[in-house]
């Protein structure tokens, strides 16, 4: 019968590892770490830019700023008097991030300061005397300073007359301020606020974006692997029903023909196989009917056999009686004429007799009526019985016949006339299959086992003859022709009462050479 589950499981996908990580995530997970790492890099860049730019103009307006002021300052250096620059210090100390402006004359000594403190205490601290640039621009954390040299252009005469046409250039001083760094700072802030809040709508927001449009492309290739999956577990053949981007679309239809192939085939292995199995179920009726009858008419052969050679071996003990009496008055006649044919009606009488009970043997072999008689016996009985029997045997073909018993005298717990049986049986086709050469049996004991070796150096058994000479009815030479007599059925025989035994009975033979039969019986 075809096994229903495993035409199933033929059919049906071995699971594989479904774990990982869905599309959507890892593109998710790619676009964020991307979106994160170019806005740092932007953000370091633009703050940096626009912190350099804005610095280098404040810088630059500073400059300008120091320079107008020194412009004004020409004349309250040149007087060394305060109250002449104090109009244009007023108006610079108004602009927004100007903290602090001042004079510092020709000598390095502050003329005038208004303003933040720290801006004089830094310009006192200025070795003016070192100073040769126009322009002197430091910075500290909060603070610019920036100085700007007042020069006099033109050439004063005795009473101090400037005179415009010879221009000379004559130093007068630095006009000084500390500019804060506040509106930078400001700026620097604001831009810091602005950058993170685009960053923050950037990592949150453009992912979610994302997020939307891939759901709405890989929701449908979502389904459809859905179903694949499901079919891959259970073995079905879902169809899915999708509908998204054309390529999926195209996906989807393959699938389902796929599965629809799939579902074509499981139902043709289905009919297949039912008809297989009923087919299989008429053949075992079918079958069983033929055992059956088989059985019963082998029964019927046996109980024929078993019944017919029992009624003919009586007959023929009578006949052979009979001729033993014929013998006996023929000798006390004087008829030795007729001896010699009643000689072979004996012999034949006999080879009868013994067929029958060979064939007796056999039928009840096969009709299971074989009794083993187990005892408990010591070795040489048989072995006497054995010399007894076989002894006028082997000088027949001119043999010499020696027995080699190499473990003692046993105690043996089997079936002893079957044991002589078969070692009577193996020592008549030693002596019968073999000339002027020798007969040995030796016995010995292995492993709780007893061995019975019989060997001969007659003219052996082709190879290929080895496992059928243990068949009923089979001889090497079983032509009309043959030389030797028998009915081939001893060997089988021995075999069986071997099994029954729980024995063992096997040949090595080589052609022209010898044969060595081993019979292996347990000793207990
Ligand atoms: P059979 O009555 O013919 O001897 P067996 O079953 O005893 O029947 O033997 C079957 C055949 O096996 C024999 O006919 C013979 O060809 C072969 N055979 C058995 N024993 C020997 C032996 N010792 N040497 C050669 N051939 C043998």
Known sequence: MIDRQHSQQFLKPQPVNSHGQSIR?????????????????????????????????????????????????????????????????????????????????????????????????????????????????????DFWH????????????????????????????????????????????????????????????????????????????????????HNHRTGEHKVADVQGSTEVNMMAESFNSMMKTLDDQDEKLRSHRDQLEAEVNIRTQELVVARDAALTSNRYKSEFLANVTHELRSPIQSIIGYV???????????????????????????????????????????????????????LQEVLTELEEVTAPLAPQNNNSFSLQVLCGNPELHLDPQKVLQILINLVSNACKFTQDGEIVVRVFVENNDIYFEVRDNGIGIPERQLERIF??????????????????????????????????????????????????????
């Open 25 to 141: 995530r890892q593109l998710l997970t790619y676009l964020f770490v991307s979106i994160f790492v170019l806005l740092l890099v932007f953000s370091i860049g633009v703050i940096w830019l626009t912190q350099k730019g804005a610095s280098e103009l404040i810088v630059s307006n500073a400059q300008e700023t120091t320079r107008v002021l020194a412009q004004q300052s020409t004349l309250a250096l040149l007087t060394e008097s305060v109250e002449n620059a104090e109009s244009a210090l007023q108006q610079v100390r108004s602009f927004p991030d100007v903290v602090g402006a001042g004079l510092v004359t020709g000598q390095g000594e502050i003329l005038d300061w208004k303003g933040d403190e720290q801006g004089r205490q830094y310009f006192s601290q200025v070795d003016w005397s070192k100073v040769s640039e126009e322009m002197l621009t430091s910075e500290s954390e």
């Open 146 to 229: 920036i100085a700007s040299q007042v020069v006099l252009t033109g050439n004063a005469d005795d009473e101090g007359e400037l005179d415009l046409y010879e221009a000379t250039e004559q130093y007068l001083g630095f006009a000084i301020i500390s500019f804060s760094k506040q509106s930078l700072n400001d700026i620097n802030q604001d831009l810091f606020i602005t950058i993170s809040i685009a960053g923050l709508v950037a990592i949150f927001g453009l992912p979610l974006i994302v997020s939307i449009v891939l759901r709405r492309l890989l929701t449908p290739l979502q389904s459809l692997s859905e179903v694949m999956y």
């Open 324 to 378: 033993e009496l014929v013998k006996e008055e023929a000798e006390n006649e004087g008829l030795y004429d007729i001896l010699a044919d009643l000689e072979r009606v004996t012999r034949n009488a006999e080879r009868l007799f013994n067929l029958i009970n060979s064939i007796l043997d056999l039928s009840k072999i096969e009709a299971g009526r074989m009794d083993v008689k187990l005892k408990t016996f010591h």
């Open 471 to 524: 068949q009923k009815f089979q001889q090497v030479d079983g032509s009309d022709t043959r030389k030797f007599g028998g009915t081939g059925l001893g060997l089988a025989i021995s075999q069986q009462f071997c099994e029954l035994m729980k024995g063992h009975l096997q040949v090595t033979s080589s052609e022209g050479i010898g044969s060595c039969f081993t019979l292996k019986l347990p000793m207990k």
